[in-house]
């Protein structure tokens, strides 16, 4: 019991962040973006099917270590069975009504999380009735849009308001969607003002560029949780043509090489599902080996697009030869998921780039029953020189932005909602949210919170669908994530493996921030952002595939994106940057 008794009494302690340019993340706003100021080099939180975001300042997303044991949220000491400060369930509690995007992991099996036991769990422990609601799978932003254009929104509205707002959440606040939570912390958010008061990056992040704090946003602040997305390889295959795992761009030809010529792979590299260029490239993979970013990062304070950089030619012409020779799945543009899955269960692709369960773990899972001998591990990003470390790889921000839940300025019940969501931060509300249920989901062993075996184990789909059932850890909300958790959602020794290699990056020194673009600038940036982006996608897929000549980069690429305006653009980043580092 001496962990659940630590849990219990705990208070964070005062932590520093030290770093770079960049912070801890996958997610950073860019120049081709289509909202105000948003973007990923990877997936957004509702696309990810793993917790999926860096700070740019000097800082970083890991704490330094602190009295306190990893992952232990902040709690009331005498009141950690049913809250921190404020006493739960709370008496005569409201209905509300809270919007969220219904995660894959959720609706896997389940048509709303108003169906899990999670949510049952929840409205006992807080005696609130809240009802989940849900925009259709897809459909995200244009429902959001369309709400927020009702003037009808639900109490909570969960959803990225530093950047999926125009003008960002201060704006929000000023336009009356939201409310401002500066005069609520003390009396309805003692326990997530904590975190704000001891870990100086939640405070900067979590609050506007005028100081406003908006909402409640799942914290990662344990630096082996950030990391869950990389390049997976057939290491039987390296095995059996006794080859090294590839580590520079070169051994990386000669290894695809290998597995076209010998293993008879029609598809050596297949590439996850994309429908933009940097997420076809998620999280600087490959790109990265050239010292640029997909889309918009940071070097020396200095905002850069990664398209518009000469080392992009570079890239390109790499990826033309790549194609060219068969290396790269034919189909790169057009496969699902689901297809890229089977080229590799069917032994036509040997390397792919994913997440440590979903695709590393699903993948070997359905390896066992038709392929005993096929095993795949993850590896390093690759690099263009031996010994060099990657520049960019999947990180996540201490604050994941796309999780922030918000108080509509309109509802009635706005202390009683931010009092709910404040419950993410006690004890618990992090146990709930973390581990789910104790005796169903999870037990406590020797003070341990040990998920049962039908989670980990499960008949049917993954481990993050049979999560799911019972917390919201595989996907996030409002509370802090466990490391306990994220050791048992990827426990096996494969996966740990595999986050080993993709944490050996530079990320946090080149990352952006969830920086906020005002709305004025909003207007010019918005149209340039998705010109950007639609441009450098079609014309990069057609350098790759030989349908346009690279030698026209110079002479007509570069060209174009300066007619569409990415130096504007990557002005007002620059100005939103200094203003976000001026917090």
């Known amino acids: 019991m001496k962990r659940l008794q630590q849990l219990a009494l705990a208070l964070l302690a005062a932590s520093v962040f030290l770093g770079g340019c960049g912070g801890a993340a996958t997610s950073s706003t860019t120049a ?27 800082e970083s997303s890991e704490a330094e270590p602190s009295s306190q044991a990893a992952g232990e949220p902040a709690a009331a000491a005498e009141d950690a069975a049913a809250g921190g400060e404020i006493a739960y369930p709370l008496e005569n509690g409201p209905s509300l009504t809270y919007w969220v995007q219904l995660n894959a992991n959720v609706s896997a099996g389940h048509k709303s999380l108003n169906e899990t036991r999670f949510a049952e769990a929840l409205i006992k ?27 009808k929104m639900p109490d909570i509205v969960e959803n990225n308001w530093a950047q999926g707002y125009s003008g960002g959440a201060e704006n929000a606040i000023a336009n009356g969607l939201i409310v401002a939570l500066n005069g609520y912390l003390d009396s309805c958010a003692p326990d997530f003002k904590k975190y704000l008061d001891e870990y100086p990056v939640v405070n900067k992040m979590a609050k506007t560029d005028q100081g406003k704090y908006y909402g409640m946003m799942l914290l990662v602040l344990d630096g082996q949780i950030t990391t869950s997305y990389g390049p997976i390889i ?19 030809t000669a290894v695809l090489t290998a597995f076209k010529e010998r293993k008879n792979a029609s598809a050596p590299l297949a590439l996850p599902s994309s429908d933009t260029f940097a997420n076809m490239f998620y999280a600087g ?37 790549w194609y060219r020779d068969g290396l790269l799945d034919p ?47 993850g590896i390093n990003y690759p690099v263009l020189n031996k010994g060099e470390t990657a520049m960019l790889g999947q990180k996540r921000f ?20 931010i009092k709910f969501l404040n419950y993410g931060y006690t004890y618990a509300g992090h146990m709930l949210n973390n581990f789910g249920i104790e005796g169903e989901s999870y037990n406590m062993i020797d003070g341990y ?52 290699h993709w944490t050996q990056t530079r990320n946090l020194d080149h990352a952006l921030p969830p920086i906020t673009v005002d709305v004025e600038a909003g207007k010019t940036y918005n149209k340039i952002a998705a010109d950007l982006d639609t441009y450098v996608f079609e014309w990069a897929v057609k350098a790759i595939t030989g349908d346009v000549s690279i030698d026209e980069f110079d002479t007509v690429f570069i060209p174009t994106l300066e007619g569409i305006g990415v130096k504007e653009a990557l002005e007002i980043q620059q100005q939103a940057y200094d203003r976000y580092l001026a917090r």
């Open 234 to 252: 057939r290491a039987d295959w390296l095995e059996e043509l006794n080859l090294e795992a590839p580590e520079t761009i070169d051994e990386w």
């Open 449 to 500: 919170p040990t998920v049962v075996s039908e989670i980990l184990e499960p008949a049917e789909g993954s481990v993050g669908q049979a999560w799911s059932n019972f917390a919201r850890a595989a996907y996030g909300s409002a509370y802090r994530q466990d490391p306990d958790y994220f050791a048992q959602y990827l426990g096996k020794p494969v996966v740990q493996d595999a986050i080993s």
């Open 125 to 151: 422990q807080t005696g609130v009735q809240v009802e989940f609601i849900h925009p259709a799978q897809g459909q995200e932003t244009e429902q959001f849009n369309l709400m927020i254009a009702s003037g």
């Open 398 to 417: 201490p604050v994941d932005m796309p999780t922030c839940a918000a108080v509509n300025a309109k509802s009635e019940h706005i202390e009683d909602a």
């Open 331 to 377: 189909s790169f543009t057009t496969n699902t998921d689901s297809e890229r899955n089977a080229n590799i269960l069917n032994g036509n692709s040997g390397a792919t780039l994913g997440w440590g369960s979903a695709t590393l773990d699903s993948l070997n899972r359905a390896f066992a029953d038709t392929d005993p001998d096929a095993r795949l591990i």
């Open 285 to 321: 993979a490959f790109i990265g080996a050239y010292e640029i970013g997909p889309q918009t990062y940071c070097h020396d304070g200095k905002v850069l697009y990664g398209p518009y950089q000469p080392q992009f030619k570079d890239f390109l012409v790499q990826m033309n030869s």
């Open 32 to 58: 081709a973006s289509t909202t105000a100021a948003a973007a990923t080099p990877a997936t957004s939180a509702s696309a990810a099917p793993e917790p999926s975001q860096p700070d740019a300042s000097a």
